[in-house]
């Protein structure tokens, strides 16, 4: 399974359903069922420590993107850090 899309869409999903909803929980439940299911995939195909820096990335874009929108507003932002998730996910895991 290739995880780059599931961490983007993980983070871009969790936006739009805490903006849309105006529950910002609702967010971070489709957050983190995306990164569970990638992370899942990342261990496998990347191991333990692989997984962790992945992890590490998806879940640092997330409070990135909070710092980052006030720079340069929250739709760029989420796409920014949704981007750079993506790319580790396959240049860690799914070019394998």
Do not use: C, N, Q
Request: net charge positive; aromatic share 8%.
């Amino acid at each position: 399974m290739t995880t780059a899309p599931i961490a983007a869409l993980g983070l871009v999903g969790g936006y739009v359903a805490a903006r849309e909803s105006g529950v910002r929980p609702l967010g971070g439940i489709v957050l983190g069922a995306a990164g569970l299911y990638a992370g899942r995939t990342w261990v496998v195909k990347a191991g333990g420590a692989g997984a962790a820096g992945l992890a590490a990335v998806y879940l640092g874009g997330f409070g990135a993107s909070h710092v980052l929108a006030k720079k340069i507003g929250a739709w760029p932002s989420v796409l920014v850090v949704a981007a750079v998730s993506a790319t580790a996910s396959w240049v860690v895991a799914d070019r394998r």
